[in-house]
């Protein structure tokens, strides 16, 4: 039987230390815990896998006209990093990119991958919507809460 104090402590210290995944191995017992987003969860042998949680902001967006002068406001709304890591648009440099500008994504559409700590984060969309500007290229290191993508939501 696990103590439930041990476990909270590990949680404690995971989110301190910005952990997604902990596996821990005795003689007598082993437990992985994984942390996507903002809640925890504990498995004993076998883990869940659950999609980290992403923002979605309102911000307004300049699209510009033929003519420099002019300007119409759109509204877009930006899906922004959950985590510190290193954002990537695809699989591996060879691969097409997850999404690109004019592309269309519904709530489950996966948008990029963050590595944090060796562990790679697939970012999903979390909203329906079309894509109107990446953010960040490739490889760039990003911030908790930083805009990656600005959307035009459906």
């Known amino acids: ?30 437990v992985t815990i994984r942390r996507p987003g ?9 883990p869940i896998a659950v999609a980290p949680q992403v923002a979605v902001l309102p911000v307004p967006v300049a ?31 060879d691969s097409p990119a997850f999404v690109q500008v004019g592309g269309a994504v519904s709530e489950d559409t996966t948008v990029c991958i963050i590595e944090a700590m060796k562990i790679f984060n697939e970012i999903k969309a979390q909203c329906n919507g079309t894509i109107l500007k990446v953010l960040v290229d490739s490889g760039d290191a990003v911030e908790f809460g930083q805009p990656l993508f600005l959307l035009k939501p459906q």
């Open 63 to 93: 699209a510009v006209d033929a003519a420099p002068e002019t300007s119409v406001e759109e509204v877009g709304e930006e899906i922004v990093s959950p985590m510190v890591g290193t954002f990537y648009n695809s699989t591996d440099p």
């Open 1 to 30: 039987m696990i103590d439930i104090r041990k476990l909270k402590e590990l949680v404690k210290l995971m989110v301190a230390n910005d952990l997604s995944e902990m596996d821990l191995r005795d003689t007598d017992e082993q």
């Open 38 to 46: 903002e809640t925890a969860i504990a498995q004993q042998i076998a």
